[in-house]
């Protein structure tokens, strides 16, 4: 099966850039997307589709993936954005996809 | 914004069918595709499955002997059952609207496994 790793955490000060990456093989041919989850809360789709952004999501969130490697950055990182991190990627199966959890990542601002 | 919210009993006995319910309000379970993703105390989010409009379905391959997802369209609802469960299925389990990723979640509901 297939398995996407990311950092257990990253740790970043107001105003810096935070960048979360996720690996897996080939993720790069893959479609990623990213949840947001803050404590006690449902998660929040923030990227679709490697690098794009649903409605009402800050500019400041973007996505890339290239070279086995995903990755979320968070510019001007706010205290708000404290939260865990979830990348996830689709992997094609029997016309339809099943989806593919990475283990989180906890930033803390 | 589509609303859902989860329902079934928050205790299972070991080795029996957890059953949930997620009724969706302000969108069609006859659109999109609705999946189900668990969340045990403390740890990372996992899927579940999730079935089309048109009733197609797509599980993990870890649960997919033991998952089922139905669609009650007259109900606007869908529905999870998981057979033989343990304690590692302990967990809060979560519905979720999918429309290029899933963009509308349940609040989510625990449902503990335990004699």
């Known amino acids: 099966s297939y398995v996407l790793a990311q950092p257990p955490s990253v740790s970043v000060a107001p105003g810096e850039t935070a960048r979360i990456t996720c690996g897996g093989d080939n993720i790069e041919s893959k479609s990623v997307f990213w949840y947001q989850q803050k404590a006690g809360q449902a998660p929040v789709l923030v990227i679709h589709?490697?690098?794009d952004r649903p409605s009402g999501i800050p500019e400041r969130f973007s996505g890339s993936n290239a070279a086995n490697t995903a990755a979320l950055t968070i510019s001007t990182v706010e205290a708000g954005d404290e939260a865990d991190y979830y990348c996830?990627?689709?992997?094609?199966?029997?016309?339809?996809?099943?989806?593919?959890f990475g283990g989180g990542t906890k930033l803390t601002v | 914004q589509v609303q859902l919210q989860e329902s079934g009993p928050g205790l299972v006995k070991p080795s029996e069918t957890l059953s949930l319910t997620c009724s969706v309000s302000?969108?069609?379970?006859?659109?999109?595709?609705w999946g189900w993703i668990r969340q045990p105390p403390g740890k990372g989010l996992e899927w579940i499955g999730h079935i089309y409009h048109s009733g197609r379905t797509n599980y993990s391959p870890s649960l997919q002997s033991r998952v089922t997802i139905l669609l009650e369209k007259s109900a606007n609802q869908f529905s999870l059952k998981l057979t033989s469960v343990t304690a590692a299925d302990t967990a809060i389990y979560y519905c979720a609207r999918g429309e290029d990723g899933y963009r509308d979640w349940g609040q989510g509901t625990l449902v503990t496994v335990s004699s």
């Open positions: 302000g969108g069609s379970v006859s659109d999109d595709y």
């Open positions: 996830v990627v689709w992997d094609l199966s029997d016309g339809g996809h099943i989806e593919v």
């Open positions: 589709h490697d690098n």
